[in-house]
Structure formats: C-alpha cells, structure tokens
C-alpha cells in the first residue's frame, strides 16, 4: 500500500510542474503563433507587426513543441530520480 501512496505522490508533484511549465512557456509562445497567423491571413489590422510567413509560424511552434516534450521529459525523469534516491524515514 505505502508504494501505491508514493506513486501517487510523484504522479501529483510531476503534474503540478507540467501545469506550471505548460501556462508559463506553451501558452504564450502559441497565442503568439495565432495572432501572427491572423495578421498574415488579414484576418486582424495591425500594421505595424510585420508578421513571419505561416510555415515559419508553424515551424517555429513546432520545434517549440518538441523542445517542450522534451523538458517535460527531464522533468519527470528528475523528479522520480529525486523521489527514488531520497532517503526513506521510519517511524518508531
């Protein structure tokens, strides 16, 4: 039961960082791609963004994605090393 617990444990701290990672770096960087995507289409006026072609857009979220996938990756790779190699406490 105790490992059931811990396992839970990680899932929730990996869980909490991928929300943290996903709202401060994914969010911004694909709102960013939308607009410039509805600037080039002139589907919104704004003339003084000069706006980067859509495949360059896409490319760029893209790369952005796997970049994120990766860190991800690292993430929850360091917090189950961390989990793994802390020091179990028993209690008297």
Do not use: W
């Not at 059931?4 to 929730?12: A, L, M």
């Not at 790369?63 to 189950?80: A, D, E, R, T």
């Amino acid at each position: 039961m105790r490992k059931n617990r811990d396992t839970k444990e990680i899932f929730k701290k990996i869980g909490t960082l991928e929300k943290i990672f996903l709202i401060i770096l994914v969010l911004p960087i694909s709102i960013f791609v939308l607009f410039d995507l509805l600037i080039y289409y002139n589907i919104l006026y704004y003339p003084t963004f000069n706006a980067m072609d859509p495949i360059n857009a896409i490319s760029l979220l893209i790369i952005f994605y796997i970049l994120f996938g990766y860190c991800l990756h690292l993430i929850q790779v360091n917090v189950v090393v961390e989990e793994i190699t802390k020091p179990k406490t028993r209690k008297k």
